[in-house]
Each structure stands twice: as C-alpha cells, then as structure tokens.
C-alpha cells in the first residue's frame, strides 16, 4: 500500500518517519513544501496519479494559532483549500484521506469532555480555518477520517514540552496559566494510532470524526509542572489565569475530548498522560535537547 504523509517535517511527521520500520506493508512517501506543494489541485493530483496512492495522512497544518489571527489568507490556505483539495483527489483516486483537525473547532465553554457530535464554535481564526477544513472534507471527500486531537507535543518541532525545557533550564520561575483544561497528546501516541487504523478502514465510506489525546485531565500549569519534576528542572512554576497572560488568539478555557468512539471502533489503548510524557522526556534526554 503506498502512503503519502504531508507535513512529514512536523511533529506527527517525524514521529510517524521514525514508527515506519515497524509498518513494512507500507511503501511510504514523505513530502513537504519541497516535495508537494499540496495548495496546488494539479501537483497533488499529479502526485496520486504517478505514485498510485491509496492513503493520505494530512499532517501538514497552519499552526501557529496567534499569527493566523493576522496572516489569515496563508492559515485559510493550507487549513482549508488545501484539504479541499486533497478530498478531492483522494476521492477521484478512490484513496482514504486521514486528516488531523484540533479541539480549537470548540469555544471551550463546555464542562465535559467533548464527543464527535458536539456542537463547534471556534473563537480564533485558527480554529475556524480547521473547521473550514473538517467541511472541505464532508463535502468533498468519498471516504476520509478527521482525527481531533489537542495539545500536541512531541522530541521533534516547536512545543509546549522542549518551550519549558528550554525556558526551566533558563530561569529559576516561571508563570503558566491554571485555568484553561485539557489533555496533552504525545504525538508518538497519535502516531503509531493513525499507521494501526489503516488496516481496519477498508469498508470505510463517508467521512467519520474521532476524537484523541492521550488519557487524563490537567492544567498547563500542572502540565508544566510534571514536565519540571520528570526532567528533574529546579525551576518554581506559579499558577496565573488566562485573562493576566494576553495572547491574540483566544484559547478554550476547557477542550477535554471524549475518546470512547475511537476506543470501541479501532480497539484501542490509550496511555496516562503522564506515562507518555515521560517516555518523551526520556528521549529528549537521550539526544540532549
């Protein structure tokens, strides 16, 4: 089966590069701007007619959520024409697309977690752009699966992890906010998930939304918290609330996504949080971030 993997630089790229030696029934093609401009119709449809690609893991995403509050026609156009795009070709080619969308399609004012079915109401451009590129996909695609997941981190890219790492190693205090909920998501975790599914889609048709992260609730003041003591940091963390740290994009005061769907459907285990982290922690240390 050949599988192509946008945004193969990314975090769930990269981890997915380094999970491929156990997936040997693959014939993967990793592509980034370099090798597939995915905002072009033409080059990807190009790129799935020569290479005969049966599944595409979209990977690739405008991410930065504060910039896309004012650079909204690049976040619109990799988080929606270019998903449009890709449903497109992929249901010409009879190919499964498997997008990653984020729990920014929800105003985080609910106080429990999340299923597929909720209603959305994204407050930030960014996460409007996602939700632009969950429709592209309902409407364009034959047979696709959108993965929601939230607070990605991973040994590779920019995140919220090496960005405490870095800073604790720096300073003796820092100050993160306490009031906004949620899950962290080891994208390893979300990796290995997306590469085991494949093998039980064949009967998909229509498109299905799931939810992932990896199990538990925090803070990102707790999450930073665990991250000092695991990585042994002497660094003092003070808890702040959200409306003292002013950012451009709002952020949802509480996205925990209910994961029961995903579970029942694929069979899946899903990793503590914490249990992740440290297995993450224990491979940065290894290369010495």
Known sequence: MNILITGSKGQLGSEIQNLSSDYS??????????????????????????????CVINCAAYTAVDKAEEDNKMAMLINSNAVKYLSQVSARYNSLLIHISTDYVFDGKSHRPYIENDKVNPTSFYGKTKLEGENQIIANAKKALIIRTSWLYSEFGNNFVKTMIKYGRERKSLKVVFDQIGTPTYARDLSKVLLDIISQTH?????????????????????AKAIMELAEINCKIYPIETKDYSLPAPRPFYSVLNKTKIKDHFNLYIPYWKDSLDECLHRIHCKKI
């Open 203 to 223: 009967n998909v048709s229509g498109t299905e939304i799931y939810h992932y992260s990896n199990e538990g609730v925090i803070s990102w003041y707790d999450f």
């Open 25 to 54: 029934k693959y014939n993967f093609f990793y592509t980034d701007i370099e090798e597939l401009d995915i905002t072009n119709f033409q080059a990807v449809d190009d790129f799935f007619k020569i290479n005969n690609i049966a």
